[in-house]
């Protein structure tokens, strides 16, 4: 938004700086620009808002033509036309189509060119373009370019800014490209297909304040030469195939504040030199292979907000200097090999809102000091050989939005503090809980999501269960819950909030039969995934789930369910998998069902379906339909007898 702003006040300079200077001395529009112009017009395709509809043969193209602005010797300087614009108060979004015309190579005075978010624009930026050696804007980003970056751009030496964000363009940038770009700002070559090494020539654009490579192919270590633009502000090289160690060159970016490495293969530690990085306030590492320890250096970067180091190798103990990092607002680092304590320093991070330890190897208790963080919003645990026992008491003193202790070794029953707190995720599943679902689970109002799975609660669910307005999603599965599903089914919603979007009740002892209105519960009406498996439900697989229209994943495994197939199942027409094996349902299989169009998963093994499997397009094994000895045709034997 903030380069969305800065662009718009920079037109704005130059269109009054033209209209100014020009309105009564401007010559008439150069006959070759106006040619160039009027070409690039005749290879666009479609101009639904009419960008270009003032553009006439007519008429002088510095005086009338939109978005043409020309010195006073009759030259064009700013050429622009965007997509997304503001029109007086209102943003204006549109697109055009067609190619990119050679002839604009000809606008020899031209120093701003704005093409930016068309949408539609197709085809080779044309090597021509390196004729504009007066440009100093280019914004070509937010369109369907392809083909490589021409090698005449490395003429284009006075740019200041280059965007070419958001296309389909491919090849490597070429090495020397960037050679002579002395005075660039920013450049935005992310969202392409761009291939090869991050080029050594980077190094050489020592005014770059930003610079974004990031959702490429880009492959190699990153270039050591990264380090001597000290101007850097920005840096994002995330979501490429980036290898290698990270270069100890990156400690000399003394003004860096956003550091995006995310996404890559990079491997190693984190150099010590991270400690120049003095201005530091966002940095996302995650989803790499790096190795070793957090230097307790980090501790010295006093404007960081924000560590995202998730999915990674880490080794080590949490360094206890991160808690002199007093503006940290949020602390990712899940899947990792982390061990030993959680520092009692982290009490200190008062700005704190996310703190993400899961999925690593930490023990010991939880340090009481955590209790001070009375800005943390999302605390997760979870998959931590904590050893907990019972969640500490002091965890009612915070002002938890989503609290995640799956797999810590808690114990006995749930501590009744939770009924009034304002918790609105609660995963605490893969523990040793036991004892009834308590009444007052009823006065947890805010929750959207409850995961008590793997567990070992033993009652029916309380009536008081239906006060969950809010709660989404539901995981309550391999528990010895018993009793029927009404109060789970029936329970109220407040507009648009409470609908349901995933139910997993399996392995427990539920009874039923099912509701022959489950599918007509308004609280149902947006689910997504219903599992309902290994429960003694009994009864029949009733019609009315296939008025779940949003239902994509149903499970009714090993439910002793009898009857037929309903065929009003294939009216749920985004289910991708309808796994039904291990019940006593018999009939045919409907053809109405067995060919949905989004189907992929489908299992009816270990029935006693007959009669011929209908003639369909989805890859199913022949396991999926085993066990039923009366069901014949393809991918089972040949009928004999239909």
Request: glycine share 8%; net charge positive; hydrophobic share 35%.
């Amino acid at each position: 938004m903030e380069n969305s702003n800065l662009r718009n006040i920079l037109l704005l300079i130059f269109h009054l700086f033209f209209f100014v200077n020009s309105a009564s001395k401007s010559k008439a529009c150069h006959a070759v620009d106006k040619e160039a112009l009027l070409n690039f017009k005749h290879q666009i395709t479609s101009d639904p808002s009419k960008l270009l509809n003032t553009w006439t043969p007519q008429t002088d193209c510095c005086q009338s033509w939109d978005g043409i602005s020309c010195d006073n010797s009759g030259r064009v300087v700013n050429f622009s036309r965007p997509g997304l614009f503001s029109d007086t108060d209102y943003p204006v979004d549109t697109s055009m189509s067609g190619t990119l015309s050679p002839f604009l190579g000809n606008l020899s005075f031209l120093e701003l060119l704005d093409l930016s978010d068309l949408k539609d624009i197709k085809g080779r930026i044309p090597s021509e373009f390196g004729k504009l050696s007066r440009l100093t804007y280019l914004f070509l980003d937010s369109n369907s370019l392809t083909g490589s970056i021409p090698v005449t751009f490395r003429y284009l030496y006075q740019l200041k800014k280059l965007y070419l964000s958001n296309n389909y363009i491919t090849g490597s940038v070429p090495p020397t490209l960037f050679e002579r770009f002395t005075s660039l700002s920013e450049l935005g070559l992310s969202g392409n297909q761009l291939s090869g090494w991050v080029p050594f020539s980077t190094g050489k654009m020592v005014s770059l304040v930003k610079l974004d490579f990031h959702g490429n192919n880009f492959s190699g270590s990153i270039p050591g030469t990264i380090g001597k633009l000290k101007n850097l502000v920005y840096l994002d090289l995330s979501e490429n195939q980036l290898s290698g160690t990270l270069p100890r060159s990156l400690g000399g970016l003394t003004k860096l504040v956003d550091l995006y490495l995310n996404g890559n293969q990079l491997t190693g530690s984190i150099p010590s030199s991270i400690t120049g990085l003095s201005s530091l306030q966002f940095v996302r590492l995650s989803e790499n292979e790096l190795t070793g320890s957090i230097p307790p250096g980090i501790g010295n970067l006093p404007l960081i907000r924000r560590l995202v180091f998730e999915n990674n190798k880490f080794t080590g103990k949490l360094p206890a200097t991160i808690g002199h990092l007093t503006a940290l607002t949020d602390i990712y680092f899940s899947n990792n090999q982390f061990t030993g304590k959680i520092p009692p320093s982290f009490g200190n991070l008062n700005n704190l809102q996310t703190l993400d330890l899961s999925r690593n190897q930490l023990s010991g208790q939880i340090p009481s000091h955590l209790s001070k963080l009375q800005n943390l919003q999302n605390l997760d645990l979870s998959l931590n050989p904590l050893g907990l026992e019972s969640i500490p008491d002091w965890f009612q003193k915070l002002n938890l939005f989503r609290l995640s202790l799956g797999k810590t070794g808690i114990k006995g029953q749930l501590p009744n503090w939770l009924a009034s707190t304002s918790i609105s995720t609660l995963d605490l599943s893969n523990n040793a809980l036991t004892g009834k679902l308590p009444s007052w689970i009823g006065n947890m109002t805010e929750l959207s999501s409850l995961n008590l799975s793997n567990n070992g609660f033993h009652s029916s669910i309380p009536d008081e269960f239906r006060n969950l307005s809010l709660l989404m999603d539901l995981d309550l599965h391999s528990n010895n819950f018993t009793g029927n599903l009404k109060p789970i089914f029936s329970k109220t919603f407040q507009f648009p909030l409470g609908y349901y979007n995933s139910i997993d009740l399996s392995y427990n002892m539920f009874s039923g039969p099912i509701d022959d209105d489950i599918g007509n519960e308004p609280v149902m009406a947006s689910v997504i995934s219903l599992i309902l498996s290994y429960n003694p439900l009994r009864g029949y697989i009733v019609k009315s789930l296939g008025n779940l229209s949003s239902l994509e994943v149903i499970k009714l495994v090993g439910n002793g369910l009898s009857g037929k197939i309903p065929l009003e199942i294939g009216n749920a027409k985004l289910l991708t998998t309808i796994i039904l094996s291990h019940n006593n349902l018999s009939g045919t299989i409907p053809r109405q069902v067995l060919n949905l169009k989004s189907l992929k998963n489908f299992d009816v093994s270990r029935n006693k379906l007959s009669g011929k499997i209908p003639p369909h397009k989805a890859t199913i094994p022949v396991s999926a339909f085993v066990g039923n000895p009366d069901l014949c045709g393809a991918p089972l034997p040949q009928c004999k007898h239909f």
